[in-house]
């Protein structure tokens, strides 16, 4: 059981572009959850989902930001046109259906320059 | 909302020291707390659980005890060894699928 893999674990981005953020969950976990952690500061809850669905997205910043975690294939946090307070490590967790434990995977770490 | 608040923000001990770090939160309702380990530009590492209907759990050196009723959590470390040293984060879920982080504890031990 390979964990929580998120990819890649690093990215830059110049201003106004786009940056794709990619998760896959543990084998047989249907729950996957974004956080961002910005500089000197704790981990924000961004989205939960589960397959096709967007349970709980409270966390997401209302523009530029978008999830999706399809029936096939990984759960993708896609940030158009970032900022450069985008700059920020971003991590996904996930759980399986029912339980209250979170893995974490080791973070996307998105620098724009 | 929840705010979740751990105090000291960081702590240095001689290696073999037992030590307790603290966490605080304002809303009693919780669904469970979870204790994470997190080393500088990792991931995020589960110590503990405790669903709210618990008191405490155990894991090897570790030990965590929670309070609904006041608001507190504190992670026990007996006998701290060098490779404990990391940030240590509090985390409060009221639902179970969200999450309230505090910013943490950043633990050195010294050799």
């Known amino acids: 059981n390979a964990g929580v893999m998120q990819n890649p674990r690093h990215l830059v981005r110049r201003r106004g572009q786009e940056a794709r953020l990619r998760c896959s969950p543990m084998?047989?976990?249907?729950?996957v959850y974004w956080y961002r952690q910005l500089p000197e500061e704790g981990l924000k809850f961004m989205v939960y989902?589960?397959?096709?669905?967007?349970?709980?997205e409270s966390g997401m910043p209302k523009e530029r930001f978008s999830a999706e975690f399809p029936k096939e294939g990984p759960s993708i946090l896609r940030i158009q046109q970032v900022v450069r307070g985008d700059s920020a490590a971003y991590f996904c967790a996930s759980s399986p259906q029912g339980q209250p434990s979170y893995t974490f995977g080791s973070g996307t770490r998105l620098t724009v320059v | 909302k929840q705010e979740v608040t751990q105090i000291p923000a960081a702590l240095s001990v001689p290696e073999g020291e037992n030590l307790v770090l603290n966490c605080s939160f304002t809303?009693?309702?919780?669904?469970?707390l979870q204790w994470f380990r997190q080393d500088p530009g990792k991931g995020l590492t589960s110590l503990l659980l405790i669903q709210s209907s618990q008191r405490e759990q155990t894991s090897g050196r570790l030990n965590a005890s929670l309070d609904k009723s006041s608001g507190r959590s504190t992670l026990y470390i007996a006998a701290s060894q060098p490779g404990d040293s990391a940030t240590y984060l509090c985390?409060?879920?009221?639902?179970?699928?969200?999450?309230?982080f505090g910013t943490g504890t950043s633990l050195t031990v010294i050799p």
């Open positions: 989902l589960q397959k096709e669905n967007i349970i709980d």
């Open positions: 985390a409060v879920s009221s639902t179970g699928n969200q999450f309230y």
């Open positions: 809303d009693s309702a919780i669904y469970n």
């Open positions: 084998k047989g976990h249907s729950h």
